[in-house]
């Protein structure tokens, strides 16, 4: 019995830490919105790093109730995985509390 109950403490512990570790991964991913630019001209290769600037970032939130306006709402429905703020898939969110 004491091993059943140590060996769920171990994977309870294991399955918050893979949890973690992809909402790490999915923020990472989209949070840093650095794009590589490559220009060939005369004098060659041109290379210019640019970064998208946004005041939004994906967070974990995911419900409409957690979003502050219909822009936030908007780009988390775009950018950010596993958003249920779209219930009739038209491309709006929250239509019922910001996007009106």
Known sequence: MKNIIILAIVA??????YTKYQNFRATAGTASGTTEVVSRGASGVSR????????????????CSQ???????TYFLRNCPGTKMDGNNDGVPCEKQWCK
Do not use: V
């Not at 210019?48 to 419900?63: K, L, M």
């Open 48 to 63: 210019t790093d640019t970064t998208a600037s946004s005041q939004f970032r994906c967070d974990g939130r995911t419900h």
């Open 12 to 17: 309870l512990i294991g399955w918050q830490g």
């Open 67 to 73: 979003m502050t306006s219909c822009a936030e709402a």
